[in-house]
């Protein structure tokens, strides 16, 4: 089949670790705000990773969830695109990291003209709350909804994207809070990877990297007392390789 012309598009997997109920389903709208460094998930939430879609009012594929983006403009570079996309259709203006991941060109992965896709990974920080249109929902990466055309698997190249990152460069710096405790920091790195960290491993790795350093404050004692836990930050707020032959991997 000819196309009448070719499309250039840029799309945004936007990442963030989010509380969801435990009984979230897919497709199902979740209202509950990530908190700033709250330990633990309260009792019936669960941290996750999430990913912002909105979805398609119109044909092709309409009632279905689409990554945000659109076509590349004259005179426009591919970054550019992206951020103007964001901010424009879902105002994500708080993105911590920004970078691209892919081209996605089948022919066919659109109907009509055909559209080459240069796909992008945005992170969210933890306690940024966007204001979205009322189209637009975070959703569980492990639980998506029906997705248009080929999004779904760009959601999942992004996602291995970034837990790659996670392994060998300080990229956890675009998802936590300004100050954490370690507890917290678990949290996000266990969401972000999809599989249990230990919090003793991930503080001695992460510590010997230099990648995260303590504030030289502690939380305050809970109702039930307790030893308050060290506060940390992150050494830098930009991304570098830390260690070019490390992995962190799901347990055996």
């Keep these: 089949m000819a196309h009448r012309s070719t499309i250039h598009e840029t799309l945004t997997a936007v990442f963030q670790v989010r509380r969801f109920p435990d009984t979230i389903s897919a497709g199902e709208r979740v209202s509950t705000a990530a908190g700033a460094d709250a330990g633990r998930c309260p009792p019936g939430q669960r941290a996750e990773l999430a990913v912002l879609l909105w979805e398609r009012a119109l044909d092709p594929a309409k009632g279905t969830w689409s990554l945000p983006g659109g076509k590349l403009r004259d005179g426009e570079d591919l970054d550019a695109s992206a951020a103007r996309q964001l901010a424009e259709k879902v105002d994500v ?3 911590t990291h ?6 996605f060109s089948d022919p066919n992965r659109v109907p009509g003209d055909r559209r080459i896709a240069s796909a992008y990974l945005g992170l969210v ?3 940024a709350e966007p204001v979205l249109p009322s189209d637009t929902r975070w959703h569980p990466v492990s639980a998506l909804p029906d997705m248009s055309f080929d999004h779904g698997g760009i959601v999942v190249h992004a996602r ?7 392994s060998y460069t300080n990229i956890a710096f675009a998802l936590a809070p300004e100050r954490f405790t370690m507890s917290t920091l678990r949290e996000t790195y ?7 960290v230990d919090t003793t491993n991930l503080q001695r ?3 010997r990297r230099g990648v995260i350093t303590p504030t030289g404050a502690t939380t305050s004692p809970g109702r039930t007392g307790g030893r308050p836990a060290a506060v ?3 050494a ?5 390789v830390t260690d070019e032959f490390a992995a962190l991997r799901p347990p055996s």
């Excluded at 291995?160 to 996670?166: E, H, I, P, Q």
């Excluded at 266990?190 to 249990?196: E, H, I, K, R, T």
């Excluded at 830098?236 to 570098?240: D, G, K, N, P, V």
């Design 190 to 196: 266990c969401a972000a990877l999809g599989y249990d």
């Design 98 to 103: 920004l970078e691209q991941v892919w081209v």
């Design 160 to 166: 291995n994207r970034l837990a790659a990152k996670m």
């Design 236 to 240: 830098e707020s930009e991304i570098r």
């Design 125 to 127: 920080p933890l306690t």
């Design 205 to 207: 790795v992460l510590t």
């Design 93 to 95: 203006r708080e993105l």
């Design 232 to 234: 940390y930050r992150f």
